[in-house]
């Protein structure tokens, strides 16, 4: 990144060529452009990935991303550094997918409920049957096309939880449910992928 | 301990809360010993999703667009500047206090253009009597710049829309800094500045190159 | 995607049709376009109508009132761009163009007046409209997104279903009738919002002004979880309302609450130092 001559007197020096996330931070403070593209590049996979996980397509996703990063810009001057920038950002990034996915009515996280039977996977069911494995390690492309699969209630938790990595307690926060049950749902979610998972190995297998 | 039980619990042994008796059945039962290690897989390899996607590059495009707009970026616009950035402009005066009013629930001055005189204290409680009419903001001069041009009739109208856009941010202003977690007075403060904001648009519209 | 730069109404004389007096002309104008097209209109001075006609084409009648003005067009694909030129020197009467357009009912239309009636009929698409002291009419369409902003003209919207609408005034009124949707925004400085509908479709309506008076005029078996508050201004409402649990303080000025029926739709209805009524329709 070349470094900017001109008025931003106040501007941290650059370290030779290369921005720190803290020297873009401030400023993008003072409205620096190439700063806040910076800021934005860092993140942007991480945010859209959110954003699509949650949504399931591109057009809102996209127009989730440019909201978050909006309302994070817009409140940047505000930023003092207490927590890192990255998980204010992708906090915002929840909060903000969170509130379109209620604005549609789409279910957060369902409540819990008493064990229905038919949402149960159990071993016990299929005594006998050839329990094997999910082999080695599951590719990111299937895992990814069974997270798409999921009921929305569990792909929220399992987003937040699995592959955002926020505590029980964070979600809980967030999404406005219980800690038991978010641990429920999460529970649930991982059994509902595991089936996904075997279905779907299961059918290219046939297609061979 | 049979699988039923196994499996009731299996959610605190993931989390690494376990007793000797749960560990014991998974020596002996291969089918919890393979769902058991099959959700810790699933846990695990999800963290591999995190950042899975890059987003367009016009999502970049539009984004800084928006930053432009609100007055975010500050930077010398490229050449071409047309007389509409005055609107643009002014936005940054009532999007910056407009997410902050939002976030935090009070009505900030930061920067709304400072008109002389306008030194009111923020939150006090007791009633505050209307303000004086103020001077006018450079970027009001600007827009009735804009319409000079225009005839007299149609001047007139556009002063007259300006004077109610500007009273109706007033009045929201000061009622939502007499009681700041007051969120309906918040929305007709947003509500007074889209108003404005229609104002500027709509009077600049007409001076798009191409007209006279 | 190149625009092709359009013909001059230099042109005019010699491919209208009729000309009526002496120097209004008359323009015809066919365009062929696909699936949604877009439609775009600029017409400072003079009416523009707006119906739903054959699918795939755009049909223009324009009347063109002096030879100060010409109509510059272009289409690029499935985008249509019509706007009255001024030429220097003209005013709202010499620069007056009438405009009888029809389009597909899938078609979004965009129209831009200073004054004039703008009218649209049985769309289906996005409809945009901004004027300055234009009138504004929006009869029979449905689904698609409504945004009017208007300075002065009065604006009027009949029979709109299903829609997500927006209206900002400064001045000019708004007369709802027969409006439902999934949202119904309007947004006034001094301008009256009056409404007479339903309130269906499980939506969401604000109606806020600040100086202008709001009467919303509802059916006894209308389903609304309605808040109503006027700062300086008097509210009343014909209905009696059950009580909401939510906490609510008025904190200054007028207010009710409550809700009505099964509270399918949210109302809302703010006023600075307007005058708010809730109405009953005696059937």
Redesign the interface.
């Known amino acids: 990144m070349r470094p900017k001559k001109g008025n931003l007197t106040d501007a941290p020096k650059l370290q030779g060529d290369k921005l720190t996330e803290r020297e873009a931070i401030e400023r993008a403070k003072?409205?620096?452009?190439e700063a806040?593209?910076f800021l934005?590049d860092l993140h942007?996979?991480?945010v859209?990935?959110l954003c699509?996980?949650m949504t399931g397509n591109t057009a809102s996703?996209?127009d989730l991303?440019?909201e978050a990063?909006?309302?994070l810009?817009?409140?940047?001057?505000?930023f003092r550094g207490e927590s890192a920038f990255s998980t204010w950002l992708h906090r915002m990034a929840v909060n903000v997918v969170l509130m379109q996915l209620r604005k549609k009515g789409l279910p957060v996280v369902p409540i819990d409920e008493p064990t229905e039977p038919d949402e149960e996977v159990?071993?016990?069911k299929e005594p006998g049957a050839a329990?094997?494995?999910?082999a080695g390690?599951?590719d990111?492309l299937e895992?990814?096309r069974a997270?798409d699969e999921l009921p929305p209630g569990y792909r929220t938790i399992?987003v937040l939880h699995?592959?955002?990595?926020y505590e029980h307690n964070e979600i809980a926060g967030m999404v406005g449910c219980s800690i038991g049950n978010s641990?429920?749902q999460?529970?649930k979610a991982?059994?509902k992928?595991?089936e996904l998972?075997r279905v779907n190995r299961a059918e290219k297998a046939m297609k061979r | 301990m049979k699988c039923l039980e196994f499996e009731r619990v299996l959610p605190e042994y993931l989390e690494g809360n376990y007793l000797p008796e749960q560990q014991a059945h998974l020596q002996t039962c291969a089918a919890c010993s393979n769902l058991l290690a099959d959700l810790k897989l699933i846990s695990e390899q999800a963290k591999s999703l995190i950042a899975s996607h890059e987003p367009s590059p016009a999502l970049w495009n539009a984004l800084e667009e928006r930053l432009r707009r609100e007055g975010l970026i500050r930077q010398a616009q490229p050449p071409g500047f047309r007389l509409r950035s005055f609107s643009s402009r002014w936005r940054l005066a009532w999007l910056v206090p407009l997410a902050a009013a939002i976030a935090i629930g009070t009505v900030v001055k930061l920067h709304y253009p400072m008109k002389a005189g306008d030194t009111q204290p923020v939150a006090r409680q007791e009633s505050i009597p209307a303000p004086p009419a103020k001077p006018m903001s450079s970027e009001d001069l600007q827009l009735l710049t804009t319409v000079a041009e225009r005839p007299p009739a149609q001047r007139a109208k556009y002063r007259a829309n300006l004077d109610d856009a500007n009273s109706f941010i007033r009045d929201a202003e000061q009622s939502a800094k007499q009681d700041p977690s007051d969120i309906f007075m918040q929305q007709m403060l947003i509500n007074a500045y889209e108003q404005k904001q229609m104002l500027y648009d709509l009077a600049v519209y007409r001076s798009e190159p191409g007209e006279q | 995607m190149r625009t092709q730069r359009a013909l001059r109404a230099a042109t005019v004389l010699m491919f209208a049709g009729m000309a009526f007096g002496t120097s209004t002309v008359r323009k015809d104008l066919h365009f062929r376009v696909g699936k949604h097209p877009t439609v775009s209109i600029n017409n400072p001075y003079g009416p523009i109508t707006v119906r739903a006609g054959a699918p795939q084409q755009v049909v223009v009648v324009a009347m063109l009132h002096s030879d100060r003005v010409e109509l510059d067009q272009s289409q690029s694909r499935n985008r249509i761009n019509l706007v009255s030129h001024l030429l220097p020197g003209a005013d709202s009467i010499s620069g007056l163009v009438e405009y009888e357009v029809l389009v597909p009912p899938d078609a979004d239309v965009t129209l831009h007046a200073d004054t004039g009636t703008l009218h649209a009929e049985k769309l289906h698409g996005d409809l945009t409209m901004e004027g300055v002291n234009a009138a504004m009419e929006v009869v029979d369409c449905a689904d698609g997104h409504v945004h009017l902003k208007t300075l002065n003209g009065n604006v009027n919207l009949t029979n709109v279903r299903n829609g997500h609408v927006e209206v900002v005034s400064m001045n000019g009124d708004v007369v709802m009738t027969g409006v439902s949707g999934p949202y119904v925004s309007v947004n006034s400085n001094s301008g009256r919002i009056q409404y007479d509908g339903d309130f269906g479709g499980e939506g969401e309506y604000n109606f806020i002004s600040h100086t202008g008076n709001i009467e919303a005029m509802a059916p006894p078996y209308a389903s609304i979880d309605v808040l109503a508050r006027s700062n300086q201004g008097p509210v009343e409402s014909d209905f009696s309302l059950e009580p909401k649990h939510a906490p609510f303080i008025s904190r200054t000025g007028s207010a009710f609450t409550g809700t009505l029926g099964k509270a399918a739709s949210s109302v809302r209805l703010f006023s600075f130092s307007g005058k708010i009524h809730l109405k009953k329709r005696q059937n």
């Open positions: 003072q409205g620096d452009a806040f593209k934005y942007k996979r991480r859209y990935s699509l996980r996703a996209e991303t440019q990063f909006l309302q810009f817009r409140k940047i001057g505000t159990t071993v016990t329990d094997e494995r999910l390690s599951i990111r895992l990814q997270v399992f699995d592959v955002e990595g641990k429920s999460l529970h991982r059994l992928l595991r998972l």
